[in-house]
């Protein structure tokens, strides 16, 4: 019991009482008020126009000469972040009824808004909630006066955006501030935060912390156990392209949460991915491999190693090069561009005169099992082009390449005349929010989670994972589908334009979907 009286030490008492003291205080400040929490910065408050103050007339920026409703015009730059320990959910926001679609306020005193731009987004689906303008009855960014009011914008755990505003008014010496509540956590001012009280109070605790150490000796520095949930390891991700973007969100966010995790993605496309999963397994010889496959649709094709996990519903989109300008296709005039029935536009209502290319993936891609089963009914036509723009023999009448995965498609679309193609939808719409493509209505029905839902949009497929054999309860492969399945992997999937099946209201849906495959 050596250790026992050298604990009990005076010495030893003091320290140990100090690294108490100051980790709960650490902790009531850092975790308990905010483990749901959201920070704000001010990172630029100037004038650009300071005309109204005292001093030479040639401060006044040339390009206000010319609008005078701008005078005292400043520039705010101001960081929204997500630093708490969980995700925030749009339904995490307390509000009034009256107000049931705003979830922060940034208010700017004594000075008037006159222009908003959202800059700098952590990941572009934060663009989907705040670029659109919003009104008291529906969601979105609106301004008026001194206020801009934010519509209720999720936010995983270290998401950001800044919004650059323009003002008018005299108010600098105000500082801007920004309010709202959250369900378990607050929204505060970071700067205000740090202190250097909360640096010595750190500091104290390091030293008194390795005075107790030093008592000690060596046998107290063990590693810390890993937080519940978590395993060290490796994995490999292989498989659909269409679901990749979410496999490498997912990757990130489980190796920051897990040390000791190293998680690769390498997508290649479900029946590749589904093809390398069982090598692995066979290469194991009866061990279990590090392998989890990702397939737009079913891959296992009777073989009773390959365990099926079912993930989300996918829904994916049709998209063409903008010189085509045609925003709806009936199933059935589709079927007959696919079939090489129609090799112009013009040929179609409203067409221009500029012939068909068809964007197609490859013979392992998922995305194309789903387009041929839930569109065509048939299969695709062969290749006939290397170069998506000219066919390879003067007989052949329809152009069609095949590429192998969901960007190369998409970019292809936009640099090719003429050209149509089908992807992941989410990867689509920000596309076409830049104005890359435009997505196709298919019976006048746009793509969305909800038209799935609603069974009004027929393009979509459930996703599963596959894994060689059961995996093993404390292998990182379950560990990890146990993530997905958990609020961090379900807001990132949902982030990306999937419905994610292990949230309780989606199951009818996603049931119906493994049913209907």
């Known amino acids: 019991m050596k250790w026992l009286e050298q604990l009990m030490a005076p010495e030893n008492l ?24 959201i920070g704000y910065r001010v990172q630029m408050d100037t ?10 007339a040639h401060q006044r920026l040339r390009m206000l000469e010319d609008t005078p409703d701008l005078a005292g015009a400043s520039l705010v730059l101001l960081r929204i972040e997500n630093d708490g320990f969980r995700s925030i959910d749009a339904d995490d926001y307390i509000t009034a009824p009256s107000t049931e679609h705003r979830g922060l306020t940034a208010t700017f005193p004594q000075r008037v808004v006159q222009d908003v731009a959202v800059t700098e987004p952590s990941h572009p689906d934060l663009l989907r909630h705040l670029r659109q303008r919003g009104t008291p009855e529906r969601p979105g960014l609106i301004y008026e006066g001194h206020q801009i009011s934010l519509p209720r914008v999720p936010l995983n755990k270290g998401d950001h955006f800044k919004l650059l505003v323009l003002l008018t008014g005299a108010g600098t010496d105000k500082p801007p501030h920004v309010g709202g509540r959250i369900k378990e956590g607050r929204v505060r001012n970071n700067e205000k935060f740090r202190r250097p009280s909360n640096r010595v109070l750190g500091l104290i605790g ?4 390795l005075l107790i150490l030093q008592s000690f000796g060596t046998p107290l520095l063990r590693d810390d156990p890993l937080p519940r949930g978590c395993a060290t390891g490796t994995l490999t991700i292989v498989g659909s392209t269409a679901f990749a973007p979410v496999a490498e969100d997912l990757r990130g966010a489980y190796q920051s949460d897990c040390r000791g995790a190293v998680v690769t993605v390498a ?15 066979e290469a194991a010889k009866g061990g279990f491999p590090a392998y989890l496959s990702f397939s737009d649709g079913p891959q296992g094709n009777g073989d009773q190693r390959l365990k099926e996990h079912l993930v989300a519903v996918s829904v ?7 010189d085509v300008r045609m925003t709806n296709l009936s199933l059935t005039d589709l079927r007959r561009v696919y079939a090489g029935e129609i090799t112009n536009w013009k040929q179609l209502p409203g067409g221009p005169d500029l012939p068909v290319r068809l964007v197609s993936r490859d013979a392992n891609s998922g995305t194309r099992k789903v387009f041929e089963k839930r569109l065509l009914n048939r299969n ?11 066919p390879q023999f003067r007989h052949d009448k329809v152009v069609r390449c095949e590429l192998g995965g969901t960007p190369e498609v998409v970019r292809t679309v936009a640099r090719t005349p003429g050209a149509i193609g089908y992807t992941e939808l989410r ?33 979509w497929e459930p996703e599963y994972a596959y894994t060689y054999t059961a995996p093993p309860d404390n ?7 146990d993530y997905m399945a958990g609020d961090t992997g379900r807001n990132l999937i949902e982030k990306h334009g999937h419905l994610p099946c292990s949230v309780p209201e989606n199951q009818n849906a996603c049931r119906r979907a493994d049913r209907g495959r």
């Open 380 to 390: 695709e036509l062969s290749r006939t082009s290397d170069d998506c723009r000219s």
């Open 267 to 281: 997508a290649q496309g479900s029946g590749q991915g589904a093809g390398t999963l069982r090598a692995a397994g």
């Open 14 to 37: 003091l320290a140990l009482l100090g690294v108490v003291v100051t980790v709960g205080g650490l902790s009531y400040e850092r975790l308990i008020p905010g483990r749901k929490r």
């Open 206 to 209: 390091s030293l008194l912390a």
């Open 427 to 459: 990867h689509a719409e920000v596309r076409a929010a830049h104005g890359d493509v435009d997505l196709l209505d298919l019976d006048g029905v746009r793509a969305s989670v909800d038209a799935v839902k609603e069974r009004t949009y027929p393009f």
């Open 475 to 481: 292998s990182l492969t379950s560990k990890f589908l």
């Open 47 to 56: 004038l650009i126009d300071d005309t109204r103050q005292d001093g030479p």
């Open 316 to 322: 994916f989109t049709l998209v063409l090069n903008k």
